[in-house]
């Protein structure tokens, strides 16, 4: 008796589907607009190539914003910071190679200053040195950029980044 119950229950749900999209099931359906933000969160041990991170992971992310851009209509990507773990030179270089990849999309970015990406390391309220990250993202590498809205240095927090983008033609500024 369960196993007919289970059954009927079973092809009961697979006919009250109404798509197995994986945008249905966040809500989008089809024809309708939408368009997304990609999103990398803290990348310091890829980058610091520490507990267990490798740049593999980093660029595997990269490859996948890459291959899905304009399948996913992403309007924006944004790094939410921690790119290094100890906001050394050759930290700085990894996180550069892999991010500037991005450049080929078109697509704006823009990367948020974490605490690991200051001197002293995890202490920005003791004065920061933000010159590793202005050196490889900021107005050097971002300032021809139709959507690079420039940058603001304030004494609490080192750097603010403008950036500018318009996900179906809706201003984001």
């Known amino acids: 008796m369960n196993r007919k119950i289970f059954l009927l229950f079973f092809i009961v749900s697979i006919f009250s589907c109404k798509s197995t999209s994986l945008l249905t099931e ?13 999103v990398l969160p803290d990348t310091q041990y890829y980058t610091a190539l520490r507990h267990g991170g490798s740049m593999q992971m980093f660029q595997n992310q990269i490859d996948w ?9 992403i309007a924006y ?12 030179p050759s930290e ?9 990849r991005l450049d080929a999309t078109g ?23 933000t010159t590793q990250y202005t050196k490889h993202f900021g107005k050097t590498h971002f300032g021809n950029r139709p ?21 179906m033609a809706k201003n984001f500024w």
């Open 26 to 38: 966040y809500g989008i359906e089809k024809g309708d607009e939408y368009s997304s933000i990609a």
């Open 107 to 129: 697509v704006p970015y823009g990367l948020a200053v974490g605490n690991h990406d200051q001197s002293p390391n995890g202490t920005p309220s003791l004065g920061s040195d």
């Open 77 to 88: 990507i944004i790094h939410l910071g921690d790119i290094t773990d100890h906001n050394a």
């Open 92 to 100: 700085w270089e990894r996180a550069k190679s892999t991010m500037y």
């Open 147 to 167: 959507w690079y809205g420039g940058a603001l240095e304030i004494t609490i927090i080192p750097k603010h980044t403008l950036m500018f983008f318009q996900p």
């Open 65 to 73: 914003i890459l291959k899905n851009y304009k399948k996913e209509k």
